[in-house]
């Protein structure tokens, strides 16, 4: 239900939709000449908006995990000398975001819901595929403007005021906002699986996670809606992924991480902190 864009969107859709195409279309032409300099920027000021406003979880077990395990994947890209950072959000949604630039942010509801630490890298994996292969650029581009970053966390976290989640859903409706087209999400799903093979780690955990949002879906809808508006995910997407994993040489899958005694150390620590704050209500 997430996935169906905002009735608004659809109703004012006339000629702004046709404003936004040819936006889009003459964005999409110039995604790609955008410095990495200046991408760089855009997401930083995006992140700094976002540490000065939002709840993050600044405990320093929880932190320190978190950007080691990201770290740990982004050093083997590509694209290594990004100023990457992963960064918790204090939203109990389940969720994850990536900023153009390296600025990944992961939800605590999401890590809550994990069970092993190949889970965890597998969604690191994904959203660091997005900015390797410059999807956030495009996102960004696509949605016109530096200030949009911050107006696609809140789509994501539900952790923002009325008045900044409301331009969200003015800029087009949050989940259609948030969303990367279906060839970007296998994109970013193939190179988390590369991600965390090239790390150590094992790629199960990734279509481990998506069966775990499809279960969600069915039994607590309202933690993963925006997930669902964000990532379209069907068995179909599991399947795939499992395909990709099972094109893994056995032996190099069977020695692969799954899980460590640190992991399990930082959930036990998320867990006992103070409940994530409450979302604010709409206007
Ligand atoms: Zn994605």
Redesign the pocket.
């Known amino acids: 239900m997430g996935a169906a864009p905002h009735p608004v969107v659809l109703r004012r859709s006339g000629q702004s939709a046709l404003g936004a195409i040819a936006v889009a279309l003459l964005l999409g032409v110039t995604a790609c000449s955008v410095s990495e300099e200046r991408e760089i920027a855009l997401g930083r000021t995006n992140a700094e908006e976002i540490a000065a406003k939002y709840p993050l979880v600044t405990d320093s077990v929880v932190a320190a995990y978190v950007q080691a395990l990201g770290m740990r994947l982004a050093r083997g890209t590509s694209r290594p000398s990004l100023p990457w950072r992963f960064t918790v959000v204090d939203s109990k949604d389940v969720n994850?975001f990536?900023l153009p630039g390296g600025f990944v942010y992961v939800n605590r509801g999401l890590i809550e819901h994990t069970e092993r630490m190949d889970e965890l890298a597998g969604v690191l994996g994904?959203?660091i595929?997005?900015i390797v292969r410059r999807?956030s650029v495009q996102q960004l581009k696509r949605n016109g403007g530096t200030r949009v970053g911050v107006a696609l966390f809140c789509a994501v976290t539900s952790v923002c005021d009325s008045h900044t989640a409301r331009i969200a859903i003015d800029l087009g409706g949050a989940a259609w906002l948030a969303r990367?087209s279906r060839v970007?999400?296998a994109e970013?799903?193939s190179e988390a699986v590369a991600n965390t093979v090239r790390a150590g780690v094992s790629p199960e955990g990734i279509p481990v996670m998506f069966q775990t949002m499809l279960t969600m879906r069915a039994n607590e809808p309202g933690l993963v809606q925006t997930f669902f508006g964000?990532?379209p995910v069907e068995e179909d997407r599991i399947a795939t992924t499992r395909h990709l994993v099972e094109g893994v040489d056995p032996r190099i899958l069977r020695i692969l991480e799954r899980d460590d005694a640190d992991f399990q150390t930082m959930k036990r620590r998320l867990t006992s902190l103070p409940k994530s704050p409450a979302a604010p209500a709409l206007p």
């Open positions: 994850a990536a994904h959203e595929g997005h999807h990367h970007a999400e970013a799903d964000s990532h």
